[in-house]
């Protein structure tokens, strides 16, 4: 099986995250943090800030690693390194999703997440980001 690296935000202001509406693709609908593939010669770091200015015309600040998600989907594995950041710039343009919402402790769980990101928001309410 086939398996895609790719990094994704945890982007977090005033005691909650970010959740993206998947846009396109097979997993069109569910929900995921914003992120994408690494190209070569990138940094996960590097990439992530340059994935989440073409899928929201932000910037953000990659503040430290959290967690890697692992997860076999029917087409392939996916691995996803997540990292925890914060916003440079207040204002957002989705490009690649149908929406985004800001979800605390409590709303965490009212999205429909994809299945690897569920991983991710296990990890996040284990380190209390929310």
Same mark, same amino acid.
């Given at each position: ?30 929900? *995921? ?11 996960? *770091? *590097? ?6 200015? *073409? ?76």
């Amino acid at each position: 099986m086939k398996t895609i690296q790719v990094v994704a935000a945890i982007i977090k202001k005033d005691g909650k995250i970010l959740a993206t509406q998947r846009g396109y693709g097979d997993l069109e609908g569910g929900w *995921e943090f914003p992120g994408g593939k690494v190209e070569p010669n990138e940094t996960p *770091e *590097e990439a992530l800030v340059r994935e989440i200015e *073409e899928e929201l015309r932000t910037r953000i600040e990659v503040e430290s690693y959290l967690t890697t998600a692992e997860h076999d989907y029917e087409k392939f594995h996916l691995s996803m390194r997540c990292y925890v950041c914060s916003l440079v710039e207040d204002h957002m343009v989705l490009t690649e999703h149908h929406a985004a919402r800001w979800l605390d402790g409590e709303t965490i769980d009212s999205v429909a997440w994809l299945p690897a990101d569920i991983q991710v928001v296990e990890a996040i309410k284990a380190a209390n980001l929310v």
